[in-house]
């Protein structure tokens, strides 16, 4: 089983006009990565579909996902790749480090780029909705951008 799980959260409400025109909201996917060159690229296609930016932070990486991610920023929407500041010359792998922390920075990131809502999946998840046709992931990302203040959409796929 493969959970997606969609985190929404409209920050700084109160700039907003009480109209709620969708189009001055940004989503931002905000992916944790850990040695996941291999599944990193398919995550990203899916995505590139629903967001409309990409925030990566890499957890110690020992097999190159953080300039990989780097590498793909232009043709996926990546706007900002980070390693984890716990990933020191003194980290021995695998650093699992401490997940709430991770979100939190990774959220601190995401609003750095202007992000209003976030949809926050693990490298290795592949966002499928409907047909995975363009208008299917317009519809969720309408639906996503909709979303105030603490409300939390979670999806089984």
């Known amino acids: 089983k493969i959970w997606v799980f969609l985190l929404g959260i ?8 009480t109209n709620h025109q969708i189009s001055k909201y940004k989503l931002v ?6 040695d996941e060159i291999d599944y990193f ?9 629903l967001v409309h930016s990409i925030v990566v932070l890499d957890d110690c990486s020992r097999d190159g ?12 929407r990546i706007e900002r790749v980070e390693r984890s500041p716990h ?10 480090g401490d997940e709430v ?15 209003s809502h976030f949809v926050i999946i693990d490298a290795d998840e ?11 992931f317009a519809s969720l990302r309408e639906h996503m ?8 959409f979670v999806m089984k796929v």
């Open 65 to 76: 996902t953080g300039e990989y991610a780097k590498f793909l920023a232009n043709q996926f």
């Open 10 to 17: 409209a920050l700084s409400v109160w700039e907003l006009e």
């Open 145 to 152: 951008l909709r979303m105030t203040s603490g409300d939390i």
């Open 41 to 49: 690229p398919v995550c990203l296609r899916a995505l590139n579909k």
């Open 87 to 96: 990933c020191t010359h003194r980290t021995t792998p695998p650093f699992w």
């Open 126 to 136: 592949i966002l499928a909705v409907g047909g995975c046709q363009n208008n299917d």
């Open 101 to 115: 922390l991770h979100r939190n920075f990774l959220l601190e990131l995401g609003r750095s780029v202007g992000g």
């Open 29 to 34: 996917a905000l992916i944790p990565v850990r």
